[in-house]
């Protein structure tokens, strides 16, 4: 199969889909590889590094998807390459379809065969795909709302681990998944007082069970969280159902009635946000300020240290590429129920039934299209 890694266009992103080391994997089972050129200059992966992988570099992203079988990046595709892409062509790619009409309409209307890596499921459970970046997203989430409280970025001007006779600040966590357990270890570890909600039960008897009295826990539910939101002075929000856009857990009037100076971290932007006040940011111009209260809701967290997030989403993402690209997609979807499950949007038809819904199109189930 021809493989096809376009330079990421995003905003301040310098991600990119393929490492020369993944690259490789698929040199030697014998498919072919285009690499725009300089896509991986930005976090030190050379074109000389590519090519001496076994890529062929291409100057031209459009190129790169008028030859390819197989479109492998990092962020959703933007118009101009929803625009370049054909029917039957393979995408495989973060998508986040659910607070993106946009984006939906566009691939539903090129005809290309869209699989998204936060909805491919593990043999275990969870996300495995979007794992490694929700986990980069939750160490991040403490150090950007650590930054945002001091007063030169708008915050109160607050040292989260406080010194020797003067209180720590405080942090809420909403969701003890993937980004919240990342965000709480960061959390402990500069000597914050912390309070953690779930609705799972078990998962914070495990996270009580692990940090004893250095955390709260507590059961996620409107008082709670309405409680928690008003006492804290940085929320992390770190909601997700799959698929779907994210749950608005905390309102514009308890925003409204947050300390002057706090800051929220909505860590589910990618899917909508959790906080009702929340709108898509980037790192150019990462935050906004409601009532008083500062917002950072960058879209591509990870982004900002692209080189950790580059050679972690590839540990998770080699594989499945690997995959599509020995076996075709009809083939390697069939062969693994895992990777069907990533298959959101497939020759002008809706196949995510949360996505779906959510948007006002007719749910076609995958296994319909696999002949």
């Known amino acids: 199969m021809l493989v096809g890694v376009p330079k990421e266009i995003k905003n301040q992103e310098s991600r990119v889909g393929l490492t020369p080391a993944s690259v490789k994997e698929l040199i030697l089972r014998g498919h072919q590889v285009l690499v725009q ?12 590094m590519y090519e001496a992988s076994g890529a062929s570099i291409v100057e031209d992203a459009a190129d790169i998807f008028r030859r390819a079988e197989m479109i492998v990046k990092v962020k959703e595709p933007q118009p101009q390459e929803c625009a370049m892409l054909r029917e039957g062509q393979i995408l495989y790619t973060y998508l986040h379809l659910a ?22 499921t593990g043999a275990n459970g969870g996300l495995p795909l979007l794992a490694p970046m929700s986990e980069v997203a939750g160490r991040m989430s403490i150090q950007a709302g650590a930054a945002h ?12 681990g406080g010194v020797p006779g003067v209180a720590p600040g405080h942090i809420a966590i909403i969701g003890a998944g993937v980004v919240g357990t990342n965000a709480l270890q960061m959390a402990v570890g500069i000597g914050a007082r912390v309070t953690i909600l779930d609705k799972n039960v078990d998962r914070l008897r495990q996270l009580d069970l692990v940090y ?27 909601v997700l159902v799959p698929g779907a856009a994210a749950p608005k857990l905390v309102t514009r009037a308890m925003i409204s009635r947050m300390k002057p100076g706090a800051v929220v971290v ?32 960058v879209a591509n967290m990870p982004g900002a240290v692209a080189r950790t997030s580059t050679f972690a989403l590839n540990n998770a993402t080699i594989g499945h590429a690997v995959a599509l690209a020995d076996k075709g997609w009809q083939k390697a979807l069939k062969a693994n129920p895992h990777l069907k499950n990533g298959l959101n949007v497939s020759l002008g038809k809706v196949t995510y039934e949360a996505v779906a819904h959510g948007l006002g199109y007719n749910y076609v189930d995958a296994d319909s299209l696999l002949g």
């Not at 050129?37 to 000389?48: K, P, V």
């Not at 607070?99 to 491919?120: F, N």
């Open 37 to 48: 050129q300089n896509a991986g200059a930005a976090i030190g992966l050379t074109d000389a």
């Open 99 to 120: 607070p993106d009409p946009e984006q939906t309409r566009a691939l539903v209307k090129s005809g290309a065969v869209c699989i998204a890596y936060e909805t491919i």
């Open 149 to 160: 409280l001091e007063k030169s970025k708008g915050g109160m001007g607050l040292l989260l």
């Open 212 to 238: 004893g009295n250095r955390v709260a826990t507590m059961y996620s539910n409107a008082h709670s969280i309405e409680e928690a939101v008003l006492d804290a002075d940085l929320v992390i929000g770190g």
């Open 266 to 297: 909505d860590v589910a932007i990618d899917q909508g946000g959790c906080f009702e006040t929340s709108r898509a940011t980037t790192h150019e111009q990462p935050t906004f300020v409601v009532d008083g209260v500062v917002h950072y809701c």
